[in-house]
């Protein structure tokens, strides 16, 4: 899916924000300050939606990585191990629920 709309949707947003401000100027009233509250608000909206998508490209690239060395086994005890380094449990349950919050299905390798 292309980034492109997303991006033109916060550019429109903050082109409101930028609205909302100049609206505001010279106005002492509560509208003023109300311009002013919506403005800021959208900007970090804004903000923790980019955040947002860093995350999920972060938690992506972690996932891709885990696979590319043969994804996850389950151990004797029922937990994920990285196929890599099956001393590393943590890593392997992250690397799952990594995969379930991106929803996709986690590379398990056959015994």
């Given at each position: 899916m292309s980034k492109k709309p997303k991006l033109l949707k916060q550019c429109k947003a903050l082109d409101y924000?930028?609205?909302?401000?100049?609206?505001?100027?010279?106005?002492?009233?509560?509208?003023?300050?109300?311009?002013?509250?919506?403005?800021?608000?959208?900007?970090?909206?804004v903000a923790e939606k980019a955040r947002g998508a860093e995350v999920k490209d972060a938690l992506a690239e972690f996932v891709r990585d885990v696979n590319q060395t043969g994804g996850v086994a389950l151990n004797d005890e029922g937990l994920h191990t990285p196929v890599a380094d099956?001393?590393?449990?943590?890593?392997g349950e992250t690397y799952v629920k990594a995969c379930a919050a991106l929803g996709v299905k986690p590379k398990v390798a056959k015994e």
């Open positions: 924000a930028d609205h909302l401000e100049v609206m505001a100027d010279g106005e002492e009233d509560g509208l003023g300050k109300l311009c002013l509250g919506a403005a800021r608000w959208i900007r970090r909206l099956e001393d590393w449990i943590d890593l």
